[in-house]
């Protein structure tokens, strides 16, 4: 099979206005920065209050069609749970179901559905496996956010199921500012020994680095545990940013770099300013991914102008639980050729839908439409 190009680490966002279930509440520091994201990415002003799904999704699958990747995996978000299973409605940001991944999963080939699921849930291996047989890639959850300790014993046979059933664990490690935080001992991706021990393939999201000037910085420890553990990789997601850039160099190590698994994390900004200042990029390779409009095409330029290799963002077609759907879908592409052109960016906009919907785009669109 040829291998994906694929970006495992995308949110998906919404807000239930069409009867998901799931629910978006934003308040002081996380309704501006998400007022932020919806400006930056060119969406209506008043979508938060409107059908988000519908908007959110239908931009993505535009940035995914756009751009020189062939599938995203689009995350869900599980509620804050107690470890005795009581879900705990008044606490976190937001709640994606499953189910609003899986149903754009089956209904779009670019999307690969991540699903999220606590496990100290009374119904967290019957979750598991109905998510397992719609199909789903990988299990996300973020440990400090969602009060999950991944080392709590009471997990051990939901780990065990994961593993048989071949489904990778995609767990936030680090600290973490775009969601509220429940309990900041869990960002440390050591207590991720027991799922390593079960046989989870285990996927630190960001290396372990930290969010803000405070937070502890775990990448040194992941770093070390990569020797001990062959099924530990991490992801390079948010990585281009103000705060998260310092490692970015770091996982070019020839040690580290076969354990690098592409992510954008978005909606989170894409933002280069710092490897500049640090040296990290020139110049004239900042300009140029800093003005491609394409949120998800620009973080990899820069993951590109920095050295990592194409093979970064191929790994993960390896470790996800790629349904036959799936895989017949990239079968296609290889024996048609139809891959997505990589667009002249250099002269649009940082940001806005301007460009995103240019009669180009459009063609392209439908061409993929036809022969899948
Ligand atoms: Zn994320």
Redesign the pocket.
């Known amino acids: 099979m040829r291998s994906l190009r694929i970006d495992m ?1 995308v ?1 998906m966002v919404g807000n239930g206005f069409a009867g998901s279930g799931g629910w978006l509440r934003l308040n002081g520091w996380h309704h501006w920065l998400a007022r932020f994201m919806v400006r930056q990415l060119g969406f209506p002003p008043d979508v938060i209050h409107g059908n988000l799904e519908r908007v959110y999704a239908r931009h993505l699958l535009e940035f995914v069609r756009a751009s020189s990747f062939d599938a995203i995996v689009l ?1 869900a978000h599980e509620r804050v749970h107690d470890p005795d299973g009581k879900p705990r409605e008044d606490l976190g940001s937001m709640y994606v179901p499953n189910d609003v991944v899986l149903d754009l999963a089956d209904a779009h080939p670019e999307f690969l559905a991540g699903v999220s699921i606590h496990p100290a849930r009374a119904d967290a291996l019957d979750e598991l496996d109905r998510c397992l047989d719609r199909g789903a890639v990988l299990m996300k959850c ?1 440990p400090n956010c969602q009060n999950i300790d991944p080392s709590d014993r009471r997990y051990r046979r939901f780990w065990e199921r994961m593993a048989e059933a071949g489904l990778p664990l995609l767990a ?1 490690t680090g600290g973490e500012h ?1 969601v509220p935080i429940v309990n900041a001992r869990l960002a440390d991706p050591k207590l991720l020994r027991l799922p390593l021990e079960c046989g989870v393939t285990v996927i630190a ?1 960001h290396c372990a680095t930290k969010s803000g000037p405070l937070d502890p910085d775990y990448f040194d420890d992941w770093a070390a545990m990569l020797a001990e553990f062959p099924k530990l990789y991490g992801d390079i ?2 990585m281009v940013s103000l705060n998260r850039c310092a490692h970015l160099r770091d996982c070019l190590r020839p040690e580290i770099e076969p354990r690098i698994v592409h992510g954008s ?1 978005f909606p ?1 900004p894409v933002l280069g300013h710092r490897m500049w200042l640090d040296g990290l990029v020139s110049w004239s390779s900042f300009r140029q991914a800093q003005r491609i409009p394409n949120p998800l095409e620009r973080d990899w330029q820069f993951k590109k102008a920095l050295g990592f290799s194409g093979e970064v963002r191929t790994r993960a077609t390896g470790l996800l639980r790629l349904p036959d759907g799936k895989r017949r879908y990239s079968e296609a592409a290889a024996a048609h050729g139809y891959v997505v052109p990589r667009l002249g960016y250099a002269e649009g906009p940082h940001f806005g839908n301007g460009s995103l919907y240019s009669e180009p785009l459009r063609e392209v669109s439908r061409r993929r439409r036809d022969s899948g």
Do not use: G, K, N, P
């Open positions: 680490h949110h995350l973020l936030h775009t999201a997601s948010a994390d989170v």
